[in-house]
């Protein structure tokens, strides 16, 4: 048996070494994260609300955000991840709609090697399509799952033209919406976001898809894709087992599907955590809760500031009005199009995507999906996209004594 070193007492020389030491060891800590969103302490916060499962993946890290081209878009990359925004330009004619954010898609698809599983809400992209069709003709196997009267049933829809092919194609046979918008590539990764699949969504309308390298993320949003494909289960009747909480490369994440779950809850806690700003753009925000919780932020000294598509924003339903008769600085989209997104960006840091809108119909009927991530490289895409907006936005006429 060996024996122990007596411990020596260290010196006051030793003891500023030793606080010099950690400092720096914290310093180099914070720069890492700052770069790259790995928390090596394990300080960063988790999404609230569901288990935490700590993942760590073989994905190439890279120091820095990269361009990725798309000649009529927006594209950049780190990590595990990908984020690319449409640029609409108002443009009528659709022979000049070419060369969008869903040659990026399209390519993803063609880059299928054995599975291509789909939930559409919408779908008539003529990239896409073809890009479909090549896939079937290769051998890959293709499954849909998409909503009745927007899906099958649309007039410009070609999930016909897919069905022709062999292709298989749920749709959720009910009065509310199959309203998410999410693929997996080869069980390796997947695409989500607020962008419906349809040359609207991507040549008129201010969208994003965003993807995860990601094991985990790949599992939960295939358990989805299961439920409602095999099992056909839609709607609040479906399980409430298919969530994620977890931390890919240093980078928190939370993937949560509605009606399901509890998922305006988790929104609404991470806007109370906000410290500094919050920015949002919504498509539909019409829940009272959130817009509570929004003036509440900005009374405890949070800056907000959001932008509301312009349909439906002066609706009696529409928070708009409550935020912009409380001070707060909210604006109605200048797109020709519709403004698609359903965004919130908190301090920098924390963005919460998906196809998630904030209404009633969102939490309590629409089969939907939620992502929040913790990353400020990614943080910074979706602030460049709001003030790419917010450059053309309109403030509302709003008379707050009526």
Known sequence: MSRQTPEKEKTPLSRLLTGIAGAIVLFVGMVVFALTGIDIFGVVEPIDGLPTVVITEMVPITDDPYLIPVEQGFGVGKGFWQVFFTAPTGERNRALWVNGIDTVLAQAIDSAQRTLDIAAFEFNNEA????????????????????????????????????????PI????????????????????????????????????????????????????????????????????????????????GVPMAIIFAPENDVIDTILAEVAKAREHIFFMAFSFTRDDLGLAMVDAYRRGVRVSGIFETVGSSTEFSEMKRLFCAGLDVSRDGNAGILHHKVIIIDAQTVISGSFNFSDNAVRNNDENLVILRDRDLAAQFLAE?????????????DCDA
């Open 128 to 167: 896409m399509t073809d890009a479909l069709s090549r896939a079937v003709a290769r051998g890959v196997r293709v499954r849909m799952v998409t909503d009745d009267e927007h899906g099958l049933e649309d007039d410009d829809t070609t999930l016909l033209d897919l069905q022709l092919l062999n292709v």
């Open 386 to 398: 709001y003030s790419r907006l917010r450059f053309e936005a309109k403030s509302p006429e709003i």
């Open 170 to 249: 749920v749709d959720d046979d009910r009065s509310a919406l199959m309203h998410n918008k999410f693929i997996i590539v080869d069980g390796i990764t997947v695409w989500t976001g607020s962008m419906n699949y349809t040359m609207n969504g991507v040549y008129r309308n201010n969208n994003h898809i965003l993807q995860l390298r990601s094991r985990r993320a790949v599992q939960v949003y295939q358990a989805e894709f299961d439920e409602m494909f095999i099992a056909r289960e839609f709607g609040p009747r479906s399980s409430d087992a298919n969530t994620g909480n977890f931390t890919v490369d």
